[in-house]
């Protein structure tokens, strides 16, 4: 039909084809290109943090992450087959013991929701024990949650104990009206009370705009009781001497009571690879995304690991190969927040303060081979006076070189130097301890 | 290999853009007439899809794709040069064989922005009716339709032009 537009098209396809083309600027034009996007990602990277928050002085966080995450297809199965927990695989796939609560159907489904303008906040399921309380929870909205940031989440029950919790998730680009996360609040010590119903807030600000929710809910199913095994074995790793004194076994974590001798010439920072092991030698290791320790005073600590509550094991052993550890005097950091001028830390001063004023501070570690070090470093902070200066939010992340911790202060009539205490240090004690549970 | 590059993995993707760079290049030319804006367009069009790839859904379509999002950058960049610069081409030496083609992109550059996708898919890219309408998201028979009446508006301009074909 149209034979003699189309053959002029040809002509001109055959005339531009035979045109030169600047093949090496375009290799570069496409390396620049993908440059690009690196770039923004890093950039975003840098933005992604995880809020901390404590409400109880007499708690420690100790705080630890890691990003990539593997699901078994057991598990996968298990979630597929409670609706709506599809969505939070990510926040709960880095926890044997967690995927060992939901496949055993001790994940609660809840449903109860708020709508307070346009948006609507849903308390999708909760996992509850001895040893504190999971709720996972979602917000949606038919307009842009873009840049929604949580500002506090209070939870309120009868008899509830202090304790501390973690919270705030990264939203999915892709997902601008849902915004999932997953609070985890640990109690401070064992909760027994029959009383099941909670009240949970959660403010949350976008563009400027605070809505606060407030939701009841009640967790109908009894809890588990936690199974409580008393050890009160001494050890000993390179000369230093702590003192196993008992593990609680709860759905949601394992807690191993530790005491620490006093007359130690170093001080015991963390329990790297702390593991239990069964007869057939499965492992559970510690807490990935949570608070891994609670205690500090008289040299009492209680360490978390991943719950093997559901799987029964004949034997059980706590199993420990390395320990963090520096001398005493090496053991705080003491920095002038206003000068930038370190007057303490440890020899090998693997912390550098990027930057640092009245409000705020920054630091950051090196990472050795690419290998992020993942433990959250900092405990209490006490100024010149002796008096605590309080740190009422925290944020780690990484980037490709580095890992860094921002601190807040909760005041600035302070008086520097501050005294940092250090919860966790890349410096080891090596040694080969293997202790019978059961 | 496209498979893994929409997994967003950085060599199966580079790989990707290495295979149909040509492509790419002389479709930036055919629009923008100029090699350093067909780098250009290239290092932007990269960008851009190296960040979306994740959101391809049929492997095979890639190439159709990134030609598709190459014509719309460079559709853009015309309009924004329209608004912007003069038009220079009175200063080029031209033969009579360059004047036909310079009539032939002048009737192309009338039609719509659809139009001209149809058009240089299928007979510069020599793309399958089938990917072009995968690409542009609308039926097969429909491509035909809008091809043929295409077809019919070209050989009208050159008859109103008074039968450029003769000179």
Same mark, same amino acid.
Request: proline residues 7%.
């Given at each position: 039909m149209y034979e003699t537009e189309e053959a002029r098209l040809k002509q001109l396809k055959e005339h531009l084809d035979q045109q030169s083309l600047p093949l090496s600027e375009a290799d570069q034009a496409i390396r620049q290109g993908m440059e690009r996007v690196r770039r923004e990602k890093k950039q975003a990277r840098k933005r992604r943090k995880r809020i901390f928050g404590s409400v109880a002085v007499v708690a420690l966080l100790l705080l630890t992450f890691i990003t990539s995450i593997r699901v078994s297809p057991v598990f996968a199965q298990a979630v597929a087959?409670?609706?709506? /927990?599809?969505?939070?695989v990510e926040l709960i796939a880095m926890d044997k013991g967690l995927d060992a609560v939901i496949q055993n159907g001790y994940y609660q489904e809840i449903g109860v929701t708020q709508t307070i303008d346009d948006k609507t906040l849903t308390v999708d399921g909760v996992i509850l024990d001895e040893t504190g309380i999971n709720i996972f929870y979602t917000i949606e909205s038919k307009r842009s949650l873009k840049g /929604? +940031?949580?500002?506090y989440i209070h939870l309120k029950a009868e008899g509830i104990p202090e304790g501390s919790f973690s919270y705030g998730n990264i939203m999915d680009e892709e997902e601008i009206h849902t915004y999932k996360d997953r609070i985890d609040y640990q109690f401070g010590e064992l909760y027994t009370s029959q009383n099941q119903s909670f009240d949970l807030s959660v403010a949350i600000k976008l563009k400027d705009q605070e809505t606060v929710f407030s939701v009841p809910f009640t967790v109908l199913e009894q809890v588990k009781a936690s199974e409580v095994y008393t050890i009160d074995k001494k050890v000993d790793i390179q000369g230093q001497q702590f003192t196993i004194e008992k593990v609680t076994v709860s759905p949601l974590r394992v807690g191993v009571k530790i005491t620490i001798d006093p007359t130690n010439t170093m001080k015991i920072l963390q329990f790297e690879d702390m593991r239990l092991e069964d007869e057939k030698g499965e492992l559970w290791g510690s807490?990935? !995304?949570?608070?891994t320790a609670f205690g500090g005073e008289d040299g009492k600590y209680t360490f978390f690991l991943q719950s093997?509550?559901?799987? +029964?094991?004949?034997k059980l052993y706590l199993r420990i190969n390395k320990v963090q550890a520096l001398n005493v005097e090496e053991a705080f950091a003491e920095v002038n927040?206003?000068?930038?001028?370190? /007057?303490?830390?440890? !020899?090998? +001063?693997?912390i550098q303060l990027l930057q640092s004023n009245k409000h705020h501070a920054e630091f950051i570690m090196k990472n050795t081979d690419e290998e992020e070090f993942p433990f959250y470093f900092l405990g209490s902070v006490i100024d010149a006076k002796g008096e605590e200066v309080e740190t009422p939010t925290t944020g780690k992340y990484g980037d490709e070189e580095a890992t860094h911790w921002d601190l807040n202060f909760g005041r600035t009539d302070y008086a520097n130097p501050l005294r940092l205490e250090l919860f966790a240090y890349p410096n080891y004690l090596e040694g080969n301890i293997k202790i019978k549970i059961k | 290999m496209h498979v893994k590059a929409i997994a967003g993995d950085d060599e199966a993707f580079l790989a990707v853009m290495q295979l149909h760079k040509q492509s790419l290049l002389r479709t930036a030319l055919a629009f923008l007439r100029n090699e350093d804006d067909a780098i250009e367009a290239l290092q932007e069009i990269t960008y851009r899809a190296y960040k979306k790839?994740?959101?391809?859904?049929?492997?095979?379509?890639l190439k159709t794709w990134l030609i598709r999002i190459m014509i719309n950058y460079c559709q853009d960049q015309l309009k924004l040069r329209k608004r912007y610069t003069?038009?220079?081409?009175?200063?080029e030496t031209v033969s009579a064989e360059d004047i036909s083609y310079i009539e032939l992109r002048d009737a192309l550059a009338t039609l719509s922005d659809q139009e001209q996708r149809l058009i240089y898919l299928k007979y510069?890219?020599?793309?399958k009716i089938k990917d072009i309408a995968q690409s542009e998201n609308i039926p097969e028979s429909t491509v035909k339709s809008r091809l043929y009446k295409t077809m019919r508006t070209l050989r009208s301009y050159f008859e109103d032009k008074g039968g450029s074909d003769h000179v």
């Open positions: 087959s409670i609706p709506g /927990l599809e969505k939070f /929604l +940031q949580v500002d807490i990935r !995304n949570g608070t093997n509550y559901f799987s +029964q094991p004949k927040t206003e000068t930038g001028e370190w /007057l303490n830390q440890p !020899n090998d +001063q693997k | 790839v994740r959101t391809v859904k049929e492997p095979s379509y003069v038009d220079d081409s009175g200063l510069f890219q020599e793309s």
